[in-house]
């Protein structure tokens, strides 16, 4: 039976045997020169335009030799960018396995164990080249050693030996030996683009625009530094008499220039030298500095979003939290970029090498995960407990990241009023009632409870009084009632299993409840309260008139 042959996603063959070598190595001597040029050097608006107009037309080296020559010379520019992509190589990365099949959780396995080689994270910096420059390509080098295919490492090489089909500059080829241009090798790169904007990836790059910056700072430096070297120090004024010969002007001019270099002249003591400074040094330089600071921040924005980060300015439009929140919200974009360019060039050529097309692959996911604020989880999940709401341990040990208690550990309980509801009675124990004896759980309709000792109403009395013994009757005719009642409603809920089973309970036997007596009791009591009140009064009114 014929295997089926199979294709990447651009529709090109795999050709194993071509796998196995490697075919984008330099070659000093070859079109693939490692040598780097520096067009950058002079560079004028005029010829800045022309580079970037010869990328236009497909011809991309000079502007990928400026754009490596911007990283080298600019500290602001490397460093924002260097941070962008490290932030990404320091993200999470996890593998999800296609279906829950055990097969597919064995692919998974394989991508997790590959996954934790130490070279990775340089190898991920160097794919994320493609931020500043547009595209990247990485050459996967592949390993058979053991029978099987395994991407012994990810190589990566200069996007100047590569180029576009000049009909929709979009189709990356390479360049062969020979210089011409041949469709990249199936399952052999993983071309990354992660573009800025939309378009042509020749376009997309973060160079591009930085380029422009980058030479308007140049020059910017530039008359700063001839600025600060012809005005910076005190201006020199030799000074001769009238019948100075050549030579004397000449030693004067030698000491002038002297002072200038090596700090030290000597003249003769018929010649004078004068220091003039200079008044408006300083506002002069800080206008060079604004200039210099105000392209750094353009170029902060267009790297990471935001300025606050980089250049301690939070500006008008949010504070820097909010600035961190536009960084982290274009981390989480090219993490997710770099996961799919992975899945499609690396993860899938790779399973298929081993077992053919399958319906499902593995998956890797690269994005931090979400924090949960556990603080107002617990706030709020405490009270629905208490409701009756039934929620399972393992996935709130999970949010909190808690092991299950193994057998005979010692384990943390609460202490306090609280610390015997989360102990529950043991199972189908009995609570004895005046109507009988019944298990946990089990239903039942008129339920009461032995009667406790009277509390001692009298003690929210003040002492003296003039309706203490109303107060104390009150107490001793109502204690036994209250207990009695309360007791069935303890008894109620030590049987129930939840809120809406001691509802059920309730609503049963409250038709059985005696409370007439409780009535009779409280109407006599609020009588004689109001009595006994208006002879206090009456009593107060007329020792206040005497």
Not at 236 to 262: H, M, Q, W, Y
Not at 515 to 530: K, P, R, W
């Amino acid at each position: 039976m014929k295997t089926a042959q199979l294709l990447d996603h651009r529709g090109q063959p795999v050709r194993k045997a071509d796998l196995k070598a490697e075919v984008a190595a330099a070659t000093l001597g070859g079109v693939r020169n490692p040598m780097p040029g520096y067009p950058a050097d002079g560079l004028n608006p005029v010829r800045l335009a022309n580079i970037l107009r010869e990328a236009d037309q497909g011809d991309p080296v000079r502007y990928l030799e400026l754009a490596e020559t911007i990283e080298e010379r600019d500290l602001h520019y490397l460093g924002v960018l260097g941070t962008r992509r490290r932030a990404v190589t320091q993200m999470p990365i996890s593998v999800e396995a296609g279906d829950d099949s055990p097969e597919a959780e064995r692919h998974a396995e394989m991508v997790r164990a590959w996954l934790k080689r130490d070279e990775l994270t340089d190898e991920l910096f160097d794919i994320l080249d493609t931020i500043g420059k547009g595209y990247s390509f990485t050459e996967i080098l592949w390993d058979t050693s053991e029978g099987q295919w395994m991407p012994a490492r990810l190589e990566y090489r200069d996007p100047r030996w590569f180029r576009f089909e000049r009909q929709n500059l979009a189709t990356p080829l390479m360049l062969g030996d020979s210089g011409q241009e041949l469709p990249l090798p199936a399952f052999k790169f993983i071309f990354a683009q992660i573009k800025a904007k939309s378009g042509l990836g020749l376009r997309s790059g973060l160079a591009r625009v930085a380029a422009w910056a980058w030479m308007f700072k140049a020059y910017t430096q530039r008359d700063w530094a001839i600025f600060t070297q012809t005005f910076g120090q005190p201006l020199r004024v030799g000074k001769f008499g009238p019948g100075a010969s050549e030579d004397d002007k000449n030693t004067l001019f030698r000491a002038v220039s002297n002072i200038a270099g090596d700090c030290a002249a000597i003249i003769p003591e018929s010649m004078t030298i004068d220091f003039v400074e200079t008044s408006n040094v300083g506002a002069s330089t800080d206008l060079y500095l604004k200039r210099a600071d105000w392209l750094d921040q353009q170029v902060s924005k267009g790297v990471l979003g935001q300025t606050a980060t980089t250049d301690a300015v939070t500006g008008g439009l949010g504070s820097g939290k909010e600035h961190r929140e536009v960084q982290k919200s274009i981390q989480t974009a090219d993490g997710r970029a770099l996961a799919a360019i992975l899945n499609r060039d690396l993860i899938r050529p790779w399973m298929q090498l081993n077992f053919g097309p399958l319906k499902v692959y593995p998956r890797i996911k690269i994005e931090e995960p979400e924090q949960e604020d556990l603080a107002a989880f617990s706030s709020a999940i405490v009270p629905l407990i208490d409701r009756g709401l039934e929620i399972d341990q393992g996935e709130v040990r999970d949010k909190f990241n808690l092991s299950d208690p193994k057998p005979g550990a010692k384990l943390m309980r609460p202490t306090g009023p609280a610390a015997s509801a989360t102990e529950p009675p043991p199972p189908n124990s009995e609570i004895k009632s005046e109507s009988g004896v019944f298990k946990r759980g089990e239903p039942s309709g008129r339920i009461t409870a032995p009667e406790t000792p009277a509390k001692a109403l009298q003690s929210a009395n003040p002492a003296g009084s003039e309706i203490d013994p109303l107060v104390d009757g009150l107490a001793v005719a109502l204690d036994p009632m209250m207990e009695k009642i309360l007791g069935q409603l303890e008894a109620m809920m030590e049987t129930a299993g939840s809120l809406a089973e001691v509802r059920e309970m309730f609503l049963e036997a409250y038709p059985n409840l005696d409370v007439s007596d409780f009535a009779q009791i409280l109407a006599e009591a609020m009588m004689a309260g109001h009595a006994g009140g208006r002879v206090a009064a009456l009593r107060d009114s007329e020792g206040k008139g005497g």
